[in-house]
């Protein structure tokens, strides 16, 4: 299976410029036969896209059957590839930082909710503003996927639920803004060595915004303590990994 971590540009607050970059990406990557593209942490609305006003967020985060997400699905099916992406999701009058996941039939595999408190600001009214309960498996092309976002791996009981459920591989969309020096001497090790006890191969992904103390992209490939495939923090581009 070949996977596409897509290390692109995002807007905070632009919902329509994220898809239309999402819509771009699925177009290019169709044309090279990549299996599956993902981005990273809150990438539809933008890692700051919320204000923490309950009543104004409520209509910044999308439902699963919102039409901006039917339209992603439509992609999905049109260009016959699989989709991850991190959004704010709305349901029943809770907000949570989500990731879906849709085959490219259309369907959605996955929908996980971090489980870590860590994307909210302190203001955030816990009544509304939620986390997930537990991690899942998902299958797609014969292989077994979890899903994590952020800080749910900075936790150790987290990690023993994820190395539980024996997946092929982890996907990690997140939002780190490291300097790139920063990063290179010292942060990417620390990473790789946070989550070396999961045995499967963990797909980093992080976005890129145009702001020089903001997110500087980047996505790695960790395995066993290690960074077994890299595109630089500071770039813009897709790594590809075959699984």
Not at 48 to 72: F, H, M, P, V
Not at 79 to 86: E, T, V
Not at 94 to 113: A, F, H, K, P, T
């Amino acid at each position: 299976m070949k996977i596409g971590l897509v290390s692109e540009i995002f807007k905070d607050g632009d919902t329509e410029y994220n898809f239309n970059q999402i819509k771009q990406q699925i177009i290019k990557c169709s044309e090279k036969k990549f299996d599956l593209i993902c981005f990273g942490e809150s990438f539809l609305q933008g890692f700051e896209g919320l204000t923490w006003e309950y009543k104004q967020d409520l209509s910044i985060a999308r439902s699963q059957n919102d039409e901006i997400i039917c339209a992603l699905r439509e992609h999905a099916i049109r260009y016959k590839i699989a989709l991850s992406f991190g959004y704010i999701e709305r349901e029943e009058g809770s907000i949570y930082s989500s990731n879906m996941v849709i085959s490219d039939n259309g369907e959605i595999l996955n929908n996980y909710r971090r489980v870590s408190a860590g994307w909210k600001e302190a203001i955030a009214d816990p009544r509304y503003y939620k986390e997930g309960k537990r991690f899942s498996l998902f299958s797609y092309k014969g292989k077994k996927f979890a899903t994590a976002i952020c800080g749910d791996l900075w936790y150790e009981e987290n990690i023993d639920s994820i190395k539980k459920l024996d997946a092929d591989c982890v996907l990690w969309p997140l939002y780190v803004d490291y300097s790139v020096k920063k990063w290179e001497s010292g942060e990417r090790e620390e990473y790789a060595n946070q989550i070396k006890e999961i045995q499967a191969p963990v797909l980093m992904i992080n976005s890129y915004v145009e702001d020089e103390h903001r997110a500087k992209g980047g996505c790695c490939v960790f395995q066993n303590g290690l960074v077994i495939r890299e595109l630089l923090m500071g770039d813009i581009g897709i790594l590809e990994y075959d699984i």
